[in-house]
């Protein structure tokens, strides 16, 4: 077994590189970013503003919200897809010791409704 690099390896790397974009370039310009004031902190958000019904997009633990950038893509067409970072992940900061832990699906109930509401106004 050869530990070593193949010429191969080495043209596979120099390809990722040159393929390399910054994540902000990945983000189609027409999505919206914000915060919305939920549950005793701000929750940053994007949300692609697509004509359909919302759908709501959660990250996993040590993820952030464009975890699902490819995701958000395909569907933004028929959806209005919404991608909230989670307390304490991506834009997002962490609760404040003096705030009440909240069970998720409050937590989440009371997000997506003021996303919601915030969109019919």
Do not use: K
Request: charged fraction near 15%.
């Amino acid at each position: 077994m050869n530990i070593f690099p193949t010429d191969d390896a080495e043209q596979t790397a120099e390809a990722t590189v040159r393929r390399y974009r910054p994540i902000d370039a990945l983000i189609p310009s027409h999505w919206i970013e914000g915060t919305v004031q939920a549950n005793g902190i701000e929750q940053h958000y994007y949300r692609t503003g697509g004509a359909g019904p919302p759908l709501l997009l959660l990250h996993g633990f040590l993820e952030g919200a464009l975890t699902w950038l490819q995701t958000a893509r395909a569907f933004e067409q028929t959806y209005d897809v919404i991608l909230l970072d989670a307390r304490g992940h991506g834009g997002t900061g962490g609760v404040a010791p003096d705030l009440p832990q909240q069970p998720l699906p409050m937590m989440l109930q009371q997000s997506f409704g003021r996303l919601v509401s915030a969109r019919c106004t």
